[in-house]
């Protein structure tokens, strides 16, 4: 019985392919192959052969912020992680609760 090779074509996000390539090429496999273990873990468990589904914390929080909020915060916590001087911290909940209830 001979194989028959055939192609599919497949559109993603640019940034997707490229950020999967290149976890790919450290893995020293090819796309075409991900694809075709996939496809035959597909045909061998008659399912798909990863988990398909919003983990639970990610969507809570999409449920609450958008994504621009999400990432605004990302990138201001960042800040903070980098410059820690530039922020007041607290000792304990009555210090903070004294800051935040004062008009300075």
Not at 17 to 41: H, Y
Not at 58 to 76: G, H, N, P, S, W
């Amino acid at each position: 019985m001979s194989n028959v090779i055939t192609s599919i074509n497949v559109q993603i996000d640019k940034k997707d392919q490229e950020q999967a390539t290149v976890i790919l090429q450290r893995l020293g496999i090819s796309m075409s192959d991900l694809i075709n273990m996939t496809i035959k873990q597909l045909i061998m468990h008659g399912s798909i052969p990863f988990d398909v589904s919003i983990p639970k914390n990610e969507f809570e929080l999409y449920q609450y912020f958008t994504e621009d909020e999400l990432e605004r915060t990302a990138k201001e916590l960042a800040h903070i992680e980098k410059y820690p001087n530039k922020y007041k911290s607290y000792d304990n909940f009555d210090d903070l609760k004294k800051a935040l209830s004062s008009d300075d």
